[in-house]
């Protein structure tokens, strides 16, 4: 009997049984052939569906059409119904000359159903009575021993009742998804509580060169580690398929590390592993933990052929050892320069380890942004990001970050859209390429990568920036599951500042304001003067003093300034911020549009000028990524 399916993939769930395409819930509507083209990709992801394959699955042989003309109209309905674009694909790519590939993560709900009509409700029926209750579900066979004939509609309701449980038990992620938690120090002494982080860090990294799977960043991970955890808890939480969960401890002068690697929807132990090495050998115990997972625990996992090779292998124990204290030194500005020395250290002794350079990379953009590392430290972190994607550009770095914040809008999204191509299931390619979205004033397709990065890790803390877009476009109910990531932080009041102002709450961004100063945001300092109805000459000096040149050049911060300074009746101020921002690629438009911050000063002629400017901007942006996706399309 043929199962029936539902697959998922973003927002969007398709059902084989009822032939119905979803969207948070919401049916949507689509034709019968864009659908049975859906559900051909969907059955095989990654790979090319040829056009030939399509026609013989649409058109029986002897069937006349034109066939190009008609293909390319289905997909473009199917586009249309899935919110896809092909200049852009989110779900399917077009492979040139050969066909159309599904390159979004899917996941597959499969369901056995137990009966299909009324003729199988009399067979199964003739087959309890012979064999006895045990192949029948306890409800059914309590009310089957009352009469058959009198409750066969009950009977067919109560198989349509065990198909739904038994459909939501068997899920079955075509998928797999892993979380690796911080491990536990079960007896090895204070002096290597750092390992506690730093091997499942480690083996994230190592994870993440196995591109059959997707990994959750160990951002999203580490808040487990003061606490202990059910594994099929957090599962359920991050919506992974399997959580690694371990600890290590000194037994015979020799450290041992225990693995484990729970099945969430089975809660059982699937694989266990120990390692044993010295405890002077880390070297050694990266290597072994690194066959471990490519040989033992992903074929657990039922995922084969894992590069081995491609895994940054360390060669110095002294600077591995330095790397690895430094991941567990908290990223605040004074414990931050204690990393940032151990890092240097580290890469004067092994100067060709990626991950090292990566870490040291993140921490002097810490101490450049929220430290004093001034200008110093801000060429120290381009320098390392640049060591680092030399010896690794296959690995995520913060680099596309940094460029966008620099204005090199362009340079950001091919590396961003690049890195997304090859990395679908990574929740951080999402986010970069969201983020030149945001920059381009493409708010709403800026949100769609925001939410395919939430739907692949609901707990990774980097897209609490995702708010951003929501909050630009005035939908701040779709912003708070962002501003919850992070919601007791100095970006956290920020945000909530940001909504309180636009909608005209002034108390609540009045409370918000000091949190979101002291989180490194001048701009909410000048709200809070203004709305403490202050005197027009320390407005104006606030005002005055966001307009002395940062060091932090992050146009988007222009932005915002410029809206404050217009709520604060500075008008002039708050253009030539305007002016800044779109100069430096944040195009500005339409959000500049809809802020109600800028309704002070939207209708004088010089905001028509920056608003031509901004939508210049994204003109030139589109243009730009047409040609860059060509490029990639032709890779």
Not at 222 to 251: C, I, K, M, N, W
Not at 345 to 350: D, K, T, V, Y
Request: charged content about 25%; glycine content about 8%; overall charge negative.
């Amino acid at each position: 009997m043929a199962a029936a399916r539902v697959f998922r993939f973003g927002l969007f769930a398709a059902d084989t049984a009822r032939g119905t395409l979803a969207r948070k819930g919401v049916r949507v509507k689509i034709q019968d052939q864009p659908f049975r083209v859906l559900l051909s990709l969907l059955e095989h992801p990654g790979e090319i569906v040829t056009r030939e394959e399509l026609r013989r699955q649409l058109w029986p042989e002897g069937t006349y059409v034109d066939f190009d003309g008609s293909l390319n109209v289905i997909l473009k309905k199917l586009r249309a119904a899935i919110d896809d674009e092909s200049d852009n694909p989110r779900f399917i790519e077009t492979v040139p000359r050969q066909g159309y590939r599904f390159v979004a993560p899917v996941s597959v709900d499969e369901f056995t159903p137990i009966l299909e009509d009324t003729n199988s409700v009399a067979s199964s029926s003739a087959q309890a009575a012979n064999n006895g209750a045990a192949s029948m579900p306890r409800r059914a066979v309590s009310w089957w021993r009352v009469t058959i004939a009198a409750f066969a509609g009950l009977a067919l309701l109560l198989v349509g009742w065990t198909y739904t449980r038994r459909g939501r038990s068997v899920a079955i992620a075509s998928q797999k998804v892993i979380a690796v938690l911080p491990f536990s120090n079960q007896g090895a002494g204070g002096d290597f509580d750092y390992l506690s982080y730093a091997i499942a860090n480690d083996l994230v990294t190592d994870l993440t060169h196995a591109r059959s799977i997707s990994v959750r960043p160990f951002a999203s991970t580490s808040r487990y580690g003061s606490q202990a955890v059910d594994p099929v808890t957090v599962g359920s939480e991050l919506r992974v398929t399997h959580v690694l969960a371990g600890s290590f401890l000194l037994e015979n002068k020799n450290l041992r590390v225990n693995l484990e690697l729970v099945d969430v929807a089975r809660n059982v132990s699937v694989w266990r592993e120990q390692v044993t090495v010295s405890p002077q050998e880390l070297i050694a115990l990266h290597d072994k933990l690194a066959a471990s997972a490519m040989h033992g625990l992903l074929p657990a996992m039922r995922v084969f052929g894992a590069p081995h090779e491609d895994i940054p292998a360390p060669k110095n124990e002294q600077a591995l050892e330095l790397f690895l204290h430094s991941l567990s030194t908290p990223y605040d500005p004074e414990p931050n320069l204690i990393g940032i020395k151990q890092l240097e250290e580290s890469i004067s002794l092994e100067g060709d380890y990626a991950p090292a350079w990566a870490e040291l990379s993140r921490r002097y953009s810490y101490d450049f942004h929220y430290g004093k590392g001034g200008k110093a430290a801000e060429e120290k972190m381009r320098a390392a990001y640049k060591r680092q994607a030399e010896l690794d550009a296959n690995w995520p770095s913060i680099s596309s970050a940094i460029r966008v914040e620099d204005g090199d809008l362009y340079g950001s999204y091919d590396q961003a859209a690049n890195f997304l191509r090859r990395h679908p299931d990574l929740a951080e390619g999402h986010f970069y390429v969201s983020v030149d979205l945001r920059y381009a004033g493409l708010l709403e397709e800026a949100d769609k990568e925001c939410e395919a990065a939430r739907q692949i890790d609901p707990g990774f803390g980097i897209l609490r920036a995702c708010a951003v877009p929501f909050i630009l476009q005035g939908d701040y109910a779709d912003a708070q599951p962002y501003i919850r990531l992070e919601e007791h932080s100095g970006f956290g009041a920020v945000l909530r500042m940001t909504i309180a102002l636009r909608s005209g709450n002034g108390p609540a961004a009045l409370a918000e304001s000091d949190a979101a100063s002291q989180g490194g945001f001048p701009f909410a300092g000048l709200a809070r003067v203004c709305l403490n109805r202050a005197p027009e000459a320390e407005i104006r000096q606030a005002a005055a003093g966001l307009e002395v040149e940062p060091l932090w050049r992050d146009p988007e911060m222009f932005y915002f300034n410029a809206g404050v300074m217009s709520f604060c009746g500075q008008g002039d101020a708050a253009l030539r911020q305007l002016h800044k921002a779109i100069s430096g690629n944040y195009c500005s438009y339409p959000s500049m549009d809809k802020d109600p911050l800028f309704d002070p000063i939207r209708q004088r002629p010089d905001f028509a000028e920056a608003r031509q400017a901004g939508v210049q901007c994204q003109k030139k942006f589109l243009t730009h990524r047409q040609q860059a996706d060509g490029a990639l399309a032709a890779q």
